[in-house]
């Protein structure tokens, strides 16, 4: 049986973080889900260097007070180091990436990001948010919150996104991570159902990019489904 990896998302660093801020009866779903995630599976997770500088970049780099500066940042650094000590106690670790080429990785997510994606594959997200939209339609008394629910799949079916950002690189990280470790199942963790279908996509298909081999071992799950996975 292969060794497991996961690489985890962004949202799963700023989720976690989020909840050291919030009381648990204000816990969104996406909190309980990353704070489950970190304490199950934290031994098995390596966190890429560039998904690390995008969490910092976020949590203190915007949404800056700018008239109480140095108080919201003293907050924000407390924070921040309560988060570390948890992943320390979880055992989580950053990824080895001293045999991975950051060129390489840069040149690759260029190269997918500016090719036509599979007509599969658009199908199937636009399946996905098409029946969500008609499952929300069905219910009589729609709540503010299953509205405004409704109302963002709708505007996604016209203005939806792929491996739109940052996307593209942790993608193409997770990739050549997995050349450098063929003999590990490496899994992308991620709150974005939009990248975990088009990793999936690629998983269960073997397609291949233009000018790219896609390796078999690299598959995505939502923090949501992984957290609920029974453990063998």
């Given at each position: 049986?292969?060794?497991?990896?996961?690489?985890?998302?962004?949202?799963?660093?700023?989720?976690?973080?989020?909840?050291?801020?919030?009381?648990?009866?204000?816990?969104?779903?996406?909190?309980?889900?990353?704070?489950?995630?970190?304490?199950?599976?934290?031994?098995?997770?390596?966190?890429?260097?560039?998904?690390?500088?995008?969490?910092?970049?976020?949590?203190?780099?915007?949404?800056?007070?700018l008239e109480?500066?140095?108080?919201?940042?003293?907050?924000?650094?407390?924070?921040?180091?309560?988060?570390?000590?948890?992943?320390?106690?979880?055992?989580?670790?950053?990824?080895?990436?001293?045999?991975?080429l950051f060129?390489?990785?840069?040149?690759?997510?260029?190269?997918?990001?500016?090719?036509?994606?599979?007509?599969?594959?658009?199908?199937?997200?636009?399946?996905?948010?098409?029946k969500t939209?008609?499952?929300?339609?069905?219910?009589?008394?729609?709540?503010?919150?299953?509205?405004?629910?409704?109302?963002?799949?709708?505007?996604?079916?016209?203005?939806?996104?792929?491996?739109?950002?940052?996307?593209?690189?942790?993608?193409?990280?997770?990739?050549?991570?997995?050349?450098?470790?063929?003999?590990?199942?490496?899994?992308?963790?991620?709150?974005?159902?939009?990248?975990?279908?088009?990793?999936?996509?690629?998983?269960?298909?073997?397609?291949?990019?233009?000018?790219?081999?896609?390796?078999?071992?690299?598959?995505?799950?939502?923090?949501?489904?992984?957290?609920?996975?029974?453990?063998?």
């Amino acid at each position: 049986m292969n060794k497991t990896i996961y690489l985890p998302d962004t949202n799963l660093l700023f989720n976690l973080a989020e909840s050291i801020v919030l009381e648990k009866k204000y816990f969104g779903h996406w909190h309980r889900n990353s704070v489950n995630f970190w304490k199950r599976y934290g031994k098995q997770t390596q966190i890429p260097s560039l998904v690390w500088a995008e969490f910092c970049g976020l949590w203190f780099h915007k949404n800056v007070d700018l008239e109480n500066y140095d108080f919201w940042f003293r907050n924000r650094l407390s924070v921040f180091l309560q988060m570390y000590q948890l992943l320390k106690r979880y055992k989580v670790n950053m990824c080895d990436e001293s045999n991975i080429l950051f060129q390489s990785v840069l040149e690759i997510a260029s190269e997918i990001t500016s090719q036509k994606m599979p007509a599969e594959l658009i199908k199937k997200i636009a399946g996905r948010i098409n029946k969500t939209i008609k499952n929300i339609r069905k219910k009589e008394n729609r709540s503010y919150e299953q509205e405004q629910h409704l109302q963002r799949n709708m505007k996604n079916l016209k203005t939806g996104k792929i491996l739109d950002g940052l996307d593209s690189v942790i993608v193409t990280f997770a990739y050549e991570f997995a050349k450098k470790n063929p003999e590990t199942d490496t899994i992308v963790v991620s709150d974005d159902k939009f990248m975990v279908e088009t990793v999936n996509y690629f998983y269960d298909t073997m397609e291949h990019f233009n000018n790219y081999v896609v390796p078999d071992n690299v598959s995505a799950y939502l923090t949501q489904n992984l957290v609920k996975k029974k453990i063998k």
